[in-house]
């Protein structure tokens, strides 16, 4: 997805606002001996970091116009470079590669958002920023959805929920809704089912908070649950996301928390602007 020059402009007034919050509060990077990645990386002169495009939170530019990337993540990235005194440096990464290179010491960092799952905790560690979850919409004209107080009022025999097939909401969609009708659909390269919903088949069917803004501005007629900031706030399914790096490296996890805390108000507005304009 390219990116505007509003958004990269946004980026830098985020940056700067992240930049004085972490003044205030954040560690000063550790003396040299307390982490043997800190002082390979000031030694080296430069900050790997695997990059694989990830909206919103990761997004490269790909006509060439400016900075090559732009997002939350590559905005950390630019502020860890910055304190340690050395260049950003983008190492492409795959889905298969991007959690092995930490190990095989190609990366420091592999800012590539990734969701934080129990298998990979066992080999790598986080550094959290942001969040994904669920929200269940239908047509705003179904009684169903428009009647609806929460998404609990979905798990009824009375309400049809899609999915697709093999997707990740599957397993989600059975826990979640014992009680109501699930009608499994073979996926058709969308986020979710919107046929199913606008031929009234089914009621409601979920989508990630994320796609849910851009779907809900080229599709009219549509509501979703959880109600409140565009289903923004959604915590159906949450699952944190954020950058990782190799296990037991505590001084540097440690500096690296140090510094995204702080500046985690200034990494959300800048995602919110983002999918805004997505």
């Not at 919103?56 to 470079?81: F, M």
């Amino acid at each position: 997805m390219p990116f505007s020059r509003t958004t990269r402009l946004f980026a830098s007034a985020v940056l700067g606002l992240g930049v004085a919050m972490g003044a205030a509060h954040a560690q000063d990077v550790p003396a040299p001996g307390s982490s043997a990645r800190i002082d390979a990386i000031k030694k080296a002169g430069q900050l790997r970091v695997g990059v694989l495009s990830n909206p919103p939170w990761l997004i490269e530019d790909t006509k060439g116009s400016g900075e090559a990337w732009a997002g939350p993540a590559w905005t950390l990235s630019k502020e860890y470079a910055k304190r340690l005194g050395v260049k950003l440096v983008a190492v492409p990464v795959s889905h298969e590669t991007k959690v092995p290179v930490l190990a095989s010491n190609q990366v420091d960092l592999t800012i590539s958002p990734l969701s934080v799952t129990k298998e990979r905790q066992n080999v790598v560690d986080f550094v959290t920023y942001s969040k994904t979850s669920l929200c269940v919409f239908g047509r705003a004209d179904n009684p169903k959805v428009a009647n609806a107080k929460s998404v609990d009022d979905f798990n009824s025999p009375d309400v049809t929920i899609a999915y697709f097939t093999g997707g990740g909401e599957e397993n989600w969609v059975k826990q979640r809704f014992p009680k109501a009708v699930l009608r499994g659909v073979s996926s058709a390269g969308t986020a979710a089912p919107v046929e199913e919903i606008m031929a009234r088949r089914s009621d409601v069917t979920p989508i990630n908070r994320i796609p849910w803004i851009a779907l809900n501005k080229k599709v009219k007629g549509l509501a979703a649950l959880p109600h409140g900031n565009n289903c923004q706030d959604s915590t159906e399914a949450a699952n944190e996301i954020g950058l990782a790096l190799d296990k037991n490296q505590p001084e540097f996890l440690k500096w690296l928390k140090s510094i995204s805390e702080p500046m985690l108000p200034a990494l959300q507005k800048e995602e919110e602007h983002i999918v805004e304009t997505m």
